[in-house]
């Protein structure tokens, strides 16, 4: 019999940790969920909309550097699992600006842990866990032939983004060995589907072609990136906070390799097929190739061999099945991405497309 949870999910406003946060309070009515967001213009209160009735259900607006407030949440929720997703997140915005990076993603993650080790030791958690929710890019880029990343590859993060998230990485692996905390660390490829902000390659090209702006592809469109459904991470986790052992590390990933440009057009074909009123059409015509990223990592393949022999998960949907339901999404939820392309978001692509 599954002992209900009571935890804390950090960045639950956001794409991944909205995605994580509605499929288990949907598979687990009875946990406790407790969400700690700042609301950053990545964060969208109206991606948990569904749940404002809900009981077991509540959301806290803050920030995760703030000692006081994650010490009382962690009491006064009496919380035995944080799942930890809060992030600055954008690569592109880790170039413009690292201090808010480091910010959130070093000092953020390490006063969550510094709180939950206190909370640990007082409360002599039996089954406690601190999820740190990662990324694959700390593992640096690979050529084409390389082999793909393991839970053993060294870490050689090359964006201000990746570095803080190895710094992330390497204080949630210290607590476990140095204070015994029950640590889980997960690196994970790129995810896609619903309620991704604009900003990331498969909302901004979708939504670019639908208000018929151009497709800006960096560089030669030859970098590849490993595609994972975001429902199959957050089944992922939830076989991790459930199955997963105290001090490892488990990469997770979709084995699906695709390089920018081949994305780029399955992506044209789909807004050609499902979108009836394309300013542009067919849709490929708005490709256009811009000056590209600076450092921009070549290749990521992420080996999930570990998670899938030894906790049994595998991904559920096809990268064919999971762009046509994503782009599906951007289709039918105008009212959700409209407002998101504000003063603010115009003038960071004006500095990143210029
Ligand atoms: P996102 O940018 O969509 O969401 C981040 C959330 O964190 C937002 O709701 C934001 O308001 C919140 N946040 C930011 N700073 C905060 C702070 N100081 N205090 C409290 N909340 C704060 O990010 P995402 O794409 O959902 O990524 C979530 C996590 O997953 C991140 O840790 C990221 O590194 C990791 N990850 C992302 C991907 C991906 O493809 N998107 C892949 C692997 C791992
Ligand atoms: O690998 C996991 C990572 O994936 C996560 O840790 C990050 O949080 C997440 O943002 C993502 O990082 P990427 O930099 O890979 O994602 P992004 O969507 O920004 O870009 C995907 C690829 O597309 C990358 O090679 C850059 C390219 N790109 C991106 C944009 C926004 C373009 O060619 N044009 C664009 O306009």
Redesign the pocket.
Known sequence: VRTPRRLLV????????ANFVLHWCDRYPDDRMVV?????Y???RNNLASLAEKENFRFVE????DRALVDRLLQEENIDTVA???????VDRSILGPGAFV???VV?TFTLLEAFRQHWKNTSLASGLFLH????EVYGTLGPDDPAFTETTPYAPNSPYSAS?AGSDHLARAYYHTYGMPTIIT??????GPY??PE?LIPLMCINALIGKNLPVYGDGQNIRDWLFVLD?CLALDTVIHNGKPGETYNIGGNNEVKNIDLVHILCDLMDELAPNLPVRPCKDLITFVKDRPGHDRRYAINSTKLQTELGWKPSVTVEEGMRKTVQWYLNNEDWWKPLLSEEYQAYYSKIYS
């Open positions: 950090t960045g639950g406003a956001g794409f991944i940790g700690l967001d700042a609301l950053t990545a964060g969208n803050g920030n995760i550097c930890h997703f809060a992030a600055e997140s954008h910010e959130t993603n953020g929710v990662s990324t694959d998230k690196n994970c490829s790129n995810n896609y991704q902000f990331k991470h």
